[in-house]
C-alpha cells in the first residue's frame, strides 16, 4: 500500500532531459517530509541518488538532479545515457501510515 | 568502506519461520540504524522494519508488525531479521540497509546484497 505515486515508466531519447514525478499526500511531502530518490539495475541492489529533495552524494553525476514542491517531488535526469536505463523509486514518511519508511511505486527509464 | 554482507538464500515452507543475518562493518556501528526492505519479484520496495544501532530500539511496518523481529548483535555488529509464519507472498529478496536522518526524513545510504527467500507450499 505505497502512499507515494510514480509514473510506471518514462522514455527518452539519449542526451534528453526526462522527469520522473512522485506524488504524495498532505500528511508525506505535503508535511514537509523530506524526498530521496534511488536507482535500481535490475538483479541489483539500490543505489542512493538525491537525498533530502536536492542533495547529491559524491559520485553521483550532476546530471541527476530532484526537487520537491507542494505535495510532490521530481527527479530529473539529463544527457540521458544509456546505462540510465533503470528503475528509480523515490522514498518519504507519512505520518499517516504509522511507519518509517514509503516508497514511491518506481518508474523504469528506458532509454531508446 | 562501509559493508553490509548479509546471509545466504533461503528456501522455506508456508508456516515456516526464517531468520536473515546482515553484518555491518567499516563505520561505527552504534552511530546508526539498519533498515529491512524487501523486494518480491518484479514488485517495488517495500519497507519492512528498522533497529537503532545504538540502543537497539525497534520500529516496524504495521502490516507485518505481528511477524516480524528485528534484533542485534553489537559485539558481532550483526543484525538479524526474523520473519514468521511464512507465507508464499513472502518470497521476495530481503535488503538489510544503513540509514541515518539529516533531515525530516531517514534514508539509507549503504545496501547490503540482499538475500532471496523463497517460500514453497
Known amino acids: 500500500q505505497s502512499a507515494l505515486t510514480q509514473p510506471p515508466s518514462v522514455s527518452g531519447a539519449p542526451g534528453q532531459r526526462v522527469t520522473i514525478s512522485c506524488t504524495g499526500s498532505?500528511?508525506?511531502?505535503?508535511?514537509?517530509?523530506?524526498v530521496h530518490w534511488y536507482q535500481q539495475i535490475p538483479g541489483a541492489a539500490p543505489r542512493l541518488l538525491i537525498h533530502n529533495n536536492d542533495n547529491r552524494p559524491s559520485g553521483v553525476p550532476d546530471r541527476f538532479s530532484g526537487s520537491r514542491s507542494g505535495t510532490s517531488a521530481s527527479l530529473a535526469i539529463t544527457g540521458l545515457q544509456a546505462d540510465d536505463e533503470a528503475d528509480y523509486y523515490c522514498q518519504s514518511y507519512d505520518s499517516s501510515l504509522g511507519g518509517f519508511y514509503v516508497f514511491g511505486t518506481g518508474t523504469k527509464v528506458v532509454v531508446l | 568502506q562501509v559493508r553490509l554482507v548479509q546471509s545466504g538464500g533461503e528456501v522455506r515452507k508456508v508456516g515456516a519461520s526464517v531468520k536473515v543475518s546482515c553484518k555491518a562493518s567499516g563505520y561505527t556501528f552504534g552511530h546508526y540504524g539498519i533498515t529491512w526492505v524487501r523486494q518480491a519479484p518484479g514488485q517495488g520496495l517495500l519497507w519492512l522494519g528498522w533497529?537503532?544501532?545504538?540502543?537497539?530500539?525497534?520500529i516496524y511496518a504495521p502490516w507485518v508488525q505481528d511477524r516480524v523481529t528485528v534484533t542485534t548483535d553489537t559485539s558481532t555488529t550483526t543484525v538479524y531479521m526474523e520473519l514468521r509464519s511464512l507465507r508464499s507472498d513472502d518470497t521476495a529478496v530481503y535488503f538489510c540497509a544503513r540509514d541515518l536522518m539529516t533531515g525530516s526524513s531517514p534514508f539509507i545510504d549503504h545496501w547490503g546484497q540482499g538475500t532471496l527467500v523463497t517460500v514453497s507450499s
Open positions: 498532505s500528511t508525506s511531502i505535503g508535511a514537509g517530509y523530506d
Open positions: 533497529i537503532s544501532g545504538h540502543d537497539g530500539h525497534t
